[in-house]
């Protein structure tokens, strides 16, 4: 999938569109919030005519998380959730790092909160990515990064510091690019609100700037991985 849009991007904003937007240059101009300028209905329809636009689009956007070794993400791609499948493969490759005591309490650990708290019924058949890039250096994207193998394994990994302390060790920290159709995007705020959002910065320097993250329910092809780039790179 080529030609993947950037919400933070002029790009993203289509000529026609912007070119609509200027009679409105008072109202962005006059407030911080764009939710704010979007209450007036021509506005509105602007937005939601480009949501429309977006979701026709391929989506540039963020995963983060640990690499077992490099390489492994452009030759595989990215899995959807499925806890207790990845679970299995985790042990079947790092199982011999743990001591038998360590396996024993992580499995029971894994089970008490993913089947007993149901928490495996909320991740399984979805994947998860930032599709604004500011959101990598965000405090909630850090556990991804210390930690190998993301929720399914570290979710509990606080509860034992030595447990911990070895996932640390596993893999190394990298930025996961990946190209997402629009339309398969559950974002935590419609992208158009980060497009708009983007443009009224352009306009008025203080706007408050709207960041998304997104879930969705397919797998992403090593053919849709546009980088892997280690964290260090991905952030200087």
Same mark, same amino acid.
Request: charged share 20%.
């Given at each position: ?7 933070? !991007?002029?790009? /993203? @904003? ?9 009679q409105?240059?008072? =109202? ?16 509105r ?18 995963? *983060?998380?640990?690499?077992p ?7 595989n791609?990215? =899995? ?10 985790? @042990?079947?490759r ?13 499995? +029971? ?12 019924? @909320? ?6 990515? *930032?599709?604004?890039? +500011?959101?990598? !250096?965000?405090?909630? *994207? ?21 447990? /911990? ?6 893999? =190394?920290p ?11 995007l559950?974002? +935590?705020?419609?992208?158009?609100? /980060?497009?708009? +959002? ?12 709207f960041? !998304?993250?997104a ?9 849709d991985?546009? /980088? ?7 952030t200087?």
């Amino acid at each position: 999938m080529s030609g993947a849009l950037k919400l933070e !991007s002029p790009e /993203a @904003l289509p000529s026609g569109l912007r070119e609509a937007l200027k009679q409105h240059h008072d =109202r962005f101009l006059a407030n911080a919030f764009v939710e704010q300028v979007l209450e007036h209905p021509d506005v509105r329809a602007i937005g939601q005519e480009l949501e429309a636009f977006l979701a026709t689009q391929p989506i540039h956007a963020y995963h *983060c998380t640990k690499e077992p070794e490099p390489g492994y993400f452009k030759a595989n791609g990215l =899995r959807l959730t499925e806890v207790a499948v990845h679970q299995g493969w985790f @042990l079947e490759r790092f199982g011999t790092m743990f001591t038998e005591t360590q396996r024993q309490w992580l499995q +029971s650990a894994w089970h008490q909160y993913f089947v007993e708290h149901g928490q495996a019924k @909320l991740r399984n058949g979805l994947l998860w990515a *930032c599709l604004s890039r +500011s959101l990598v !250096s965000d405090d909630g *994207c850090e556990p991804f990064f210390r930690y190998f193998g993301g929720e399914a394994i570290s979710m509990v990994a606080d509860a034992h510091p030595e447990v /911990a302390a070895i996932l640390e060790t596993i893999g =190394r920290p990298v930025v996961v690019e990946i190209a997402v159709l629009g339309g398969q995007l559950k974002a +935590s705020y419609p992208m158009s609100y /980060a497009v708009l +959002s983007n443009y009224h910065r352009e306009l008025r320097a203080d706007a408050r700037p709207f960041e !998304s993250e997104a879930r969705w329910p397919h797998p992403v092809p090593p053919s849709d991985v546009l /980088a892997v780039t280690p964290l260090e790179l991905f952030t200087h």
